[in-house]
C-alpha cells in the first residue's frame, strides 16, 4: 500500500480542527480559527513523525497525553488547571466519538485499504469519507451533549450574576428558569427578571418605590427632576403571563451589561433588560432573579472574560 504524507497531513490537520471546534461548541468557548489551525497542525505533524517511527519516544502514552494537554492549551488557553482538565476530557470524548464514526464509515465502504500504525489509522481511502464521519460524528456529539444540558443538576440550576448601570453595579445569585422566555416587544432582547430590593443600590428609590405609578403614567410633574431623567430614556415595560395573571405589566430597564458566572466561565452580556419584580422570588430567600436557559445557550455571541479583567 502506497502512502502519500501530504495525504495524511491534510486528512489529520481537517480531523483535528473538526475535533476542535466541536470540543469549543460543546464548552460554549469563543473560538480563535488561527490557534484551532496550529493546534490541528501539530497532531497532524505528530501524526506523521509517529508514522514514520522517527523517535521511538512519539509512539508511547506519555507523549500522547503531553500532545493532547498541548492542543488543547494552544486552542483554548484555560486559565487555570481546572478548567484544562475539563477541556481535555471534553476533547478526549469528542474524539473517541468521531474516531468511531470515521472508523465505521472507513470499514464499510473500503475495509481493505485501512492501516493502523501505533494507534494512527493510514490508508488510501478517500478524504470525503474521513470528513464525513467527522460531520457525523460532530452531530452526534453536540445532540448528545445538549440532550445532557437539558438534565442539570440542581447545583447547576444557580449562577451568580453582576448586574451594572450607569458605572454602578450589584450582584446576586440568579436561577435558571427554562420557562422565563421574557423579552421586550420592541427590542426583542431577553429580559433577566431580578427582584426589586436587589436594585436599591443602583436605581434611585424614588423609581423603585413608584414602579405602578410609572407603568400606568401616574406620576406627578416632579418626578421628572434630573436625577430620574437619565434612567426613565433605559426602561421599558414588558408585558408578561403568569399564573393567576394573564396580562401582566412589568417596569424593566436595559442595563449596560450582565455578567454571568456559571460553570467556573464568566461571560458579558451587553443586549439585556432587567426587568423589576416587586416580590420575593424564592420563599427561602436562595436566589432573587430569573434568568432565562435561552440567554446561556446564546452565549456563543457573548463575551468571555477572566476573573482578573473586571
Known sequence: MTIYLDVVLIENLCMNYIILFATGYILKIKQSHIRNIISALLGAIYAIFSYMQILEIYSTIT???ILSVTMVYIAYKPKNFKLLIKQLIIFYLTSFVFGGCAFALLYFVRPQDILVKDGIFIGTYPIKIALLGAIVGFTITVIAFKIVKTKLSKKDMFCKI????NEQSVE???????????????????????????????LPNKILNNLNQIIGGDVSQEFYEEENIEYMSKFRVIPFTSIGKENGMILGFKADKVIVEIHENEEIIRNIIIGIYDK???????????????????????????????
Open 280 to 310: 420575593n422570588l424564592s420563599k427561602k430567600g436562595t436566589y432573587s432573579a430569573l434568568l432565562g436557559l435561552d440567554i446561556l445557550e446564546g452565549s456563543e455571541e457573548n463575551e468571555p472574560i477572566t476573573k482578573n479583567s473586571l
Open 162 to 165: 453582576k448586574i451594572y448601570i
Open 172 to 202: 446576586t445569585i440568579a436561577m435558571i428558569d427554562t420557562g422565563n422566555m421574557l423579552k421586550d416587544p420592541i427590542t426583542a432582547m431577553p429580559v433577566i427578571v431580578v427582584e426589586k430590593d436587589i436594585l436599591y443600590g443602583i
Open 63 to 65: 507523549m500522547k497525553i
